[in-house]
């Protein structure tokens, strides 16, 4: 089974800031996604990062908020840019890997102040 | 698009008790999945089941595709399975997952 590592596994930000979280798979995956789960919520789709090109994003995910980048099949990077509160969530990666089985990432805490 | 709703919302449990959570989907899918978040935050995919019926030890689960709904069942419940149960379904073959909002578990020793 694929093991998807992320980091930063946490962080503290200041508002306005950017903050980019790195993806690493340790087999090769057909696709990438990026989640974001809100506080107590549930798990949002942002984009799916696609190999060498640009993401396709979701409906309420902008690239200029949330600029992803994938330069191969097993590393992806999403950054989220100018920061404000309601930023603070925990955001996931997750592979589609062998059989089409997905895998997350350990997923990364962010607190905006 | 696909609506998918969880119940309970919240569930607490002694341990040893049985339980089912239950997943209803508005529309007909490729992929229904189970997810389990650990206090931690981890997701760890439990079942992969569109379809029919799975065992796991002492989980379950039944995908009924006619009638829209699936059910995770946990026998004997440990201090571990404590998290949040997720369901997810896909449609068209588009990989993407949509996820419920989840059942909290909280299983007290």
New interface residues.
């Given amino acids: 089974s694929a093991v998807i590592s992320q980091k930063p596994s946490r962080d503290i930000c200041q508002r306005g800031t950017s903050l980019t979280i790195q993806c690493q798979v340790d087999s090769q995956v057909t696709m990438m996604f990026w989640y974001r789960q809100q506080p107590g919520q549930s798990l949002t789709l942002i984009a799916t990062a696609n190999q060498g090109s640009e993401a396709t994003y979701e409906s309420g995910f902008v690239i200029d908020k949330f600029p992803i980048s994938r330069p191969n099949l097993t590393f992806s990077t999403l950054t989220v840019s100018n920061m404000s509160p309601e930023d603070s969530s925990i955001y996931l990666c997750m592979g589609l890997g062998p059989g089409e089985t997905q895998y997350f990432g350990p997923g990364t805490r962010l607190l905006v102040l | 698009g696909i609506q998918v709703e969880q119940s309970p919302p919240d569930l607490i449990l002694q341990e040893g008790a049985n339980s089912t959570l239950r997943c209803n989907f508005s529309d007909s899918v490729n992929?229904l999945?189970w997810?389990h978040q650990n206090p931690?935050?981890?997701?760890i995919?439990l079942f992969?089941i569109p379809s029919g019926t799975k065992q796991n030890g002492r989980l379950s689960a039944t995908t009924v595709a006619t009638e829209r709904y699936s059910l995770l069942y946990i026998s004997s419940s440990q201090t571990t399975d404590s998290g949040v149960y997720?369901c997810?379904v896909e449609q068209g073959g588009s990989?993407?997952?949509?996820?419920?909002?989840?059942t909290k578990l909280t299983v007290n020793p």
Wanted: proline share 0%; charged share 15%; glycine share 16%.
């Fill in positions: 992929n999945q997810f931690w935050g981890q997701l995919n992969y997720f997810a990989e993407k997952l949509v996820f419920g909002k989840g």
